[in-house]
């Protein structure tokens, strides 16, 4: 009985084995770090796990055991060398290139190198995974104090702009302001209201679930907000486009966006808030100091000052006031 073929099997993609001679190994791969046995070794594994590389340093054994970076350099070291020897002995010592990627790592890709691969750099690869491992492990606590010291960030900034274009002098064709109340309801109004057919001006429903773009409709990061939203109520991106549906998905989405306008605005409040009871605290703690400072000062004036002694009075002057 004969099965039919996977149909998926054209993308399992086989690693091609790295090979090589005698006279290779001393020419190019000759490393005192690394034994023939050891290198063997590593090749194999490599060939037979497919560059799973997590496997890979679980399933290496010899001693002393290596980090997950040594073993990478190595395999992507011989792979490069052997690839490259081979494709300039082939064009007569040339080495081609294109857009500075030499040719020989397009024809071989199936060894598992690349050109990011060519030259593996142990340090950064080492600093990548401690600080991913450093991200990983952050506390709840750790992450809240990197929202809110970007928010302070983001307030620094946006008063920086502020205090720039006031310095240059405001624009005579710059639009008021708005209100955060009003802002979210020109948001929310970006979606437009539901079409109605007109003689000779046919249009689908199908048009209404398009969310709008560009100046007169909402920002990338606003509809990336909406999708996530309507992602998490369950919504379905395409909802069967009838008119009852069509007018409750945007009815949905009005009141979502109306929401994120708010919770942006009430961030932007409460930052704004914080500054100013800050810089309040601040302002009364350097009132009290002044104020102690003052209150020392004038005490320090006070024993600086010479006190005045009383006059000395003799007996007699004494009995002629007591004859008076």
């Known amino acids: 009985m004969e099965f039919a073929e996977y149909p998926y099997a054209r993308f ?7 090979t090589y001679t005698d006279d290779e190994y001393e020419r190019l791969l000759a490393d005192r770090h690394w034994t023939r046995s050891d290198t063997d070794y590593l090749i194999n594994l490599c060939h037979r796990l497919d560059l799973r590389w997590p496997v890979i340093l679980d399933r290496y054994a ?26 300039r002995r082939s064009r007569g010592g040339r080495l081609e290139s294109e ?19 060519r030259d593996f750099d142990v340090a950064y690869e080492e600093k990548r995974r401690r600080q991913a491992h450093v991200a990983y492990c952050r506390t709840r606590a750790e992450e809240a104090e990197e929202r809110r010291l970007r928010d302070e960030l983001k307030a620094v900034e946006l008063e920086s702009r502020r205090l720039k274009r ?17 802002a979210a309801r020109l948001a ?11 003689p000779g001006q046919p249009y689908l429903q199908s048009s209404r679930l398009k969310p709008p773009e560009g100046a ?35 009815a949905l989405r009005r009141d979502i966006v ?53 006059p000395q009075v003799t007996r007699g002057q004494v009995q002629k006031r007591a004859r008076r």
Do not use: F, W
């Open 62 to 87: 010899p001693v002393p055991p290596r980090p997950l970076e040594q073993l990478q350099r190595r395999y992507y070291h011989c792979a490069h060398a052997l690839a490259r020897d081979r494709y």
């Open 12 to 18: 399992n993609t086989k690693l091609e084995r790295v």
């Open 258 to 310: 109306t929401l994120l306008s708010l919770q942006k605005l009430a961030t932007s409040k409460d930052l704004e808030l914080r500054q100013m009871r800050r810089a309040a605290d601040d302002q009364h703690a350097r009132a009290q100091h002044a104020a102690r400072a003052a209150q020392q000062h004038t005490r320090a004036q006070a024993y600086a000052a010479p006190k005045r002694t009383a």
């Open 166 to 182: 006031r310095a240059r002098g405001q624009p005579a064709d710059e639009p008021p302001r708005r209100s955060g109340l009003e």
């Open 99 to 117: 857009g500075g990627v030499p040719a020989y790592v397009d024809q071989s890709q199936a060894l598992g190198i690349s050109s990011r691969t």
């Open 216 to 250: 007169q409709g909402l920002s990338k990061g606003m509809l990336t907000k909406l999708a996530l939203v309507l992602e998490e109520l369950g919504v379905p991106a395409r909802p069967i486009p009838t008119k009852l549906s069509c007018d409750a998905y945007d």
């Open 188 to 198: 929310a109004n970006a979606i437009a209201p539901p079409k109605r057919p007109q």
